[in-house]
């Protein structure tokens, strides 16, 4: 081991003892009085905005043409806004650090080849950008603890301990070295369980033989991949059997879970995680999935900036994240729709809810409605073809006026039906059939069949791409 890989471990080994030490500690104040956690919430506040302020160029100017420093204490609600391509414009003046800067890193990222650190200190993440527009994040090792902090919490909310033999985990990732769950694996690979970490562009072939090998107790796979396996499982190419299993990044609706359930004999957790920094899991009540707002507070929106009270869907979340410091990401734009559940989960916890992730809001489409004007339709609306047996996954396009779903058949379906209905005609019908329900003018829908779907660089599937004139709009949710 040369000099640059023995301070790599050591660092990866102090991330990891942090992350545990200030996992305990977030576990330990679940239970208590929320005031609690909103005295730690505006303490963290305060060191990220104050830090910010003397630290960035970029929020130095900025907070102090906005007056965000006059109020005490600092208030959350009159912090500006950071979105996406502000954050990439000003990144050179954002960070905290002057040596860093976006073309040098972006260029560095593209030569990653496992997790190094950048100057041997800071993780530097990529997003792909399903929204077509790219992210770069750098975490120092306080910010990139609290990210450790989130994987040892979902995994003990999971009830993933240490166990001798050690737990065989198998994460089907990001493509990327550069994506946070290849370097979030990376830095839990210290040895308290095996890890198996597969590419989410490996064939399903190959996929399938490293899994029936590697025989996982913990298996963490994108939903859609989730649903290939369990087609797997069923015909008897794959078998393992897994005592816990978790899903995230993409949209899983009931009838995907169900599958799952039914194929692996196991409830699947589902887990959000976004590179902003907030991450969030379902708990053993699998009703919704718990943010985790200790170390990230979260702000549900409309379209216009404006806060969506709890039982309501907002149409994009505001982000702080409470640690790092190098990069400081202050009420940052994350796209997500979320409802936050307005109810206390049964588990006690204090965290806020999300009853549902609907995904991103660039993946709501806009048709002509019957009366005039726009109607919303959100993905979940398409939900009606994973209910179909023959259908293993589908994507939704938006040519102009016409609906063109590309779906993938189960090896099942056959070109023709008892009723004579051949699959397209069928689903097309039920799609156009729904689209109408919902107020749009003569829905146009073409189904296409397709051996596989195009997957975005992090290897996700994107359900929806919405044409040109689909804009953010605030909608109600099915
Ligand atoms: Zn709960």
Same mark, same amino acid.
């Given at each position: 081991?040369?000099?640059?890989?023995?301070?790599?471990?050591?660092?990866?080994?102090? /991330?990891?003892?942090? +992350?545990?030490?200030?996992?305990?500690?977030?576990?330990?104040?679940?239970?208590?009085?929320?005031?609690?956690?909103?005295?730690?919430?505006?303490?963290?506040?305060?060191?990220?905005?104050?830090?910010?302020?003397?630290?960035?160029?970029?929020?130095?100017?900025?907070?102090?043409?906005?007056?965000?420093?006059?109020?005490?204490?600092?208030?959350?609600?009159?912090?500006?806004?950071?979105?996406?391509?502000?954050?990439?414009?000003?990144?050179?003046?954002?960070?905290?650090?002057?040596?860093?800067?976006?073309?040098?890193?972006?260029?560095?990222?593209?030569?990653?080849?496992?997790?190094?650190?950048?100057?041997?200190?800071?993780?530097?993440?990529?997003?792909?950008?399903?929204?077509?527009?790219?992210?770069?994040?750098?975490?120092?090792?306080?910010?990139?603890?609290?990210?450790?902090?989130?994987?040892?919490?979902?995994?003990?909310?999971?009830?993933?301990?240490?166990?001798?033999?050690?737990?065989?985990?198998?994460?089907?990732?990001?493509?990327?070295?550069?994506?946070?769950?290849?370097?979030?694996?990376?830095?839990?690979?210290?040895?308290?369980?095996?890890?198996?970490?597969?590419?989410?562009?490996?064939?399903?072939?190959?996929?399938?033989?490293?899994?029936?090998?590697?025989?996982?107790?913990?298996?963490?796979?994108?939903?859609?991949?989730?649903?290939?396996?369990?087609?797997?499982?069923?015909?008897?190419?794959?078998?393992?059997?897994?005592?816990?299993?978790?899903?995230?990044?993409?949209?899983?609706?009931?009838?995907?879970?169900?599958?799952?359930?039914?194929?692996?004999?196991?409830?699947?957790?589902?887990?959000?995680?976004?590179?902003?920094?907030?991450?969030?899991?379902?708990?053993?009540?699998?009703?919704?999935?718990?943010?985790?707002?200790?170390?990230?507070?979260?702000?549900n929106v409309d379209a216009d900036s404006r806060p969506v009270?709890?039982?309501?869907?907002?149409?994009?979340?505001?982000?702080?994240?409470?640690?790092?410091?190098?990069?400081?990401?202050?009420?940052?734009?994350?796209?997500?729709?979320?409802?936050?559940?307005?109810?206390?989960?049964?588990?006690?916890?204090?965290?806020?809810?999300?009853?549902?992730?609907?995904?991103?809001?660039?993946?709501?489409?806009?048709?002509?409605?019957?009366?005039?004007?726009?109607?919303?339709?959100?993905?979940?609306?398409?939900?009606?073809?994973?209910?179909?047996?023959?259908?293993?996954?589908?994507?939704?396009?938006?040519?102009?006026?016409?609906?063109?779903?590309?779906?993938?058949?189960?090896?099942?379906?056959?070109?023709?039906?008892?009723?004579?209905? /051949?699959?397209?005609?069928?689903?097309?019908?039920?799609?156009?059939?729904?689209?109408?329900?919902? +107020?749009?003018?003569?829905?146009?829908?073409?189904?296409?069949?397709?051996?596989?779907l195009a997957r975005s660089a992090g290897g996700k599937l994107k359900?929806?791409?919405?044409?040109?004139?689909?804009?953010?709009?605030?909608?109600?949710?099915?």
């Amino acid at each position: 081991m040369n000099s640059t890989e023995v301070r790599y471990h050591r660092r990866r080994l102090a /991330d990891v003892a942090q +992350g545990m030490r200030l996992a305990r500690t977030q576990i330990g104040r679940e239970q208590q009085p929320r005031a609690r956690l909103a005295l730690h919430q505006q303490r963290r506040l305060e060191t990220v905005v104050r830090h910010a302020a003397a630290y960035s160029p970029f929020y130095r100017t900025w907070l102090a043409e906005t007056g965000a420093l006059g109020s005490q204490p600092i208030d959350l609600a009159h912090l500006p806004i950071l979105s996406r391509p502000l954050l990439m414009e000003h990144f050179d003046e954002l960070v905290c650090d002057p040596r860093l800067h976006r073309d040098e890193l972006l260029e560095w990222v593209g030569q990653m080849t496992r997790d190094q650190l950048y100057l041997d200190r800071y993780r530097v993440l990529l997003t792909s950008g399903s929204s077509g527009r790219p992210g770069l994040f750098v975490y120092d090792a306080d910010g990139w603890r609290s990210i450790a902090a989130g994987f040892v919490r979902s995994a003990d909310w999971c009830q993933l301990r240490p166990t001798v033999p050690r737990q065989r985990m198998a994460w089907v990732a990001g493509a990327r070295p550069s994506h946070i769950t290849r370097q979030g694996g990376a830095t839990m690979a210290i040895g308290l369980h095996r890890i198996l970490s597969l590419p989410v562009t490996l064939p399903l072939r190959k996929l399938v033989e490293a899994l029936n090998r590697f025989q996982p107790t913990y298996l963490n796979v994108y939903p859609s991949i989730a649903m290939w396996l369990a087609d797997e499982q069923q015909a008897g190419r794959l078998h393992v059997s897994p005592q816990i299993m978790a899903t995230a990044a993409e949209l899983r609706t009931p009838e995907m879970t169900e599958q799952l359930v039914d194929a692996f004999q196991v409830r699947p957790f589902d887990l959000y995680g976004c590179t902003e920094g907030l991450f969030g899991s379902e708990c053993e009540y699998h009703q919704g999935i718990h943010l985790f707002e200790d170390t990230t507070l979260v702000e549900n929106v409309d379209a216009d900036s404006r806060p969506v009270p709890a039982g309501q869907p907002g149409a994009r979340l505001l982000v702080t994240n409470l640690h790092n410091l190098v990069q400081p990401l202050i009420r940052v734009e994350v796209t997500d729709m979320v409802t936050v559940d307005p109810d206390p989960c049964p588990c006690g916890r204090i965290l806020i809810r999300a009853k549902a992730i609907h995904g991103r809001n660039d993946d709501v489409l806009s048709l002509p409605a019957r009366g005039g004007g726009q109607v919303a339709v959100h993905p979940l609306h398409f939900a009606l073809l994973t209910a179909d047996p023959d259908v293993r996954e589908f994507q939704v396009h938006q040519d102009g006026p016409v609906i063109r779903i590309l779906i993938v058949p189960r090896s099942s379906a056959g070109s023709t039906t008892a009723d004579d209905d /051949d699959l397209e005609t069928r689903l097309s019908r039920a799609v156009a059939r729904q689209l109408a329900q919902l +107020g749009a003018r003569d829905p146009q829908v073409t189904v296409e069949r397709r051996h596989e779907l195009a997957r975005s660089a992090g290897g996700k599937l994107k359900l929806v791409i919405a044409g040109p004139s689909s804009k953010p709009v605030n909608i109600d949710t099915p």
